[in-house]
Nanobody, 121 residues
Framework: QVQLVESGGGLVQPGGSLRLSCAAS????????MGWYRQAPGKQRELVAV???????NYADAMKGRFTISRDNPKNTVYLQMNSLQPEDTAVYYC???????????????WGQGTQVTVSS
């Protein structure tokens, strides 16, 4: 059993900033990848930014230069610093992790419950 808990969402004015956090807990043997996705009303879930292998990261083009992903490995936590937020960034932001829970199981994806980010004046 793996749990991902997001925090840090809220209401912010255009041009403002927020920092999201996601902490993974439970049965964790190896975390292969961890990061953020988002889903706006009526749209498909899309990649925001993720750590893949090692220190490699993958950002969606729309996020480059504005969003920064970071992590604290001992805490199994990733962060998303979001700057210059615009109304188009309004969405539910979901934490995702590809986790191998134990040595007897294969890795699979786990999702957090999501945290709402609303950018509005």
């Amino acid at each position: 059993q793996v749990q991902l808990v997001e925090s840090g969402g809220g209401l912010v004015q255009p041009g403002g900033s927020l920092r999201l956090s996601c902490a993974a807990s439970g049965s964790i043997f190896v975390i292969n990848a961890m990061g953020w996705y988002r889903q706006a009303p009526g749209k498909q879930r899309e990649l925001v930014a993720v750590f893949t292998s090692g220190d490699d990261t993958n950002y969606a083009d729309a996020m480059k230069g504005r969003f920064t992903i970071s992590r604290d490995n001992p805490k199994n936590t990733v962060y998303l610093q979001m700057n210059s937020l615009q109304p188009e960034d309004t969405a539910v932001y979901y934490c995702n992790a590809n986790v191998r829970p134990n040595r007897l199981s294969l890795a699979r994806d786990f999702w957090g419950q999501g945290t709402q980010v609303t950018v509005s004046s």
